[in-house]
């Protein structure tokens, strides 16, 4: 039984900019914790990647024809984080895939589904303890949650995380400079989405090992649980 989920339930909620090892560090801090881990940034895929599946080019689409392509994504609980569906099965790859991430934060700008996302997390958090990860969970969709963390990390660190994940291999210089700027146009595209609670506590993870991070949020949700 975990701490977390023996005493009133509790929200984690993890923001910060593309690539700060949010989703990674929220799953990890949820497994360390025994609760369940909602990634909101893969209900914004999962809603382009539906809209994507529909006909029409990206610069016709409205917010409603997204809004009724995401009825053909679920969001259920699976061993540690909530996964998605589309259409009834996993698409991991195809919510990772570029089609999806040149076309994301056009969606991600839409109200509505803005309010849709919100929704599917706060419906994630009925009863139980849970840690969230996004861009506005802080903010937006749990201004009263008990830990708010807000995680960043330079740039050049950020590309080469990823590069790293990626590739399966050290990145060369000139491959980090490349998704550098990559990283960087993609903070800008995302800036009025990603916001900063004025109670987060702010992690600078350009120095830490991902254990460190994970250790230092699991001690601060200790500290709150109930
Ligand atoms: O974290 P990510 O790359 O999977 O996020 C995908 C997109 O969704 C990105 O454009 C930022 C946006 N997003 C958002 O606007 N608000 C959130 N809470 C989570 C993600």
């Not at 009133?8 to 090892?21: E, K, L, N, T, Y």
């Not at 949820?30 to 809603?47: F, K, M, N, P, T």
Request: proline share 4%.
């Amino acid at each position: 039984m975990s701490e977390l989920r023996a005493k009133r339930p509790v929200v984690i909620a993890i923001d910060g900019p593309a690539a700060s090892g949010k989703s990674s560090t929220s799953k990890w801090v949820a497994e360390r914790l025994g609760v369940h881990h909602a990634d909101s940034g893969a209900l914004y895929r999962a809603a382009t990647a539906a809209r994507l599946r529909a006909e029409g080019a990206p610069d016709v689409w409205t917010e409603q024809s997204v809004l009724a392509a995401a009825a053909a994504v679920t969001f259920v609980p699976g061993k540690t984080s909530f996964e998605v569906r589309l259409d009834g099965t996993a698409a991991d790859e195809e919510l990772r895939g570029a089609g999806v991430t040149d076309q994301v934060s056009l969606v991600a700008k839409m109200p509505s589904v803005r309010a849709w996302v919100n929704e599917r997390i706060r419906e994630c958090a009925l009863g139980s303890s849970i840690v969230v990860d996004g861009r506005d969970m802080g903010t937006a969709v749990f201004p009263d949650a008990a830990l708010k963390i807000f995680l960043i990390a330079d740039p050049w660190e950020r590309a080469r995380r990823r590069l790293v994940q990626r590739l399966g291999r050290s990145p060369s210089e000139d491959e980090i400079a490349v998704e550098t700027d990559d990283i960087v146009k993609r903070d800008a595209k995302d800036a009025t989405q990603t916001q900063q609670a004025a109670d987060a506590i702010l992690i600078d993870t350009t120095y830490l090992t991902q254990a460190e991070q994970v250790d230092r949020i699991v001690a601060l949700a200790r500290a709150v649980g109930g």
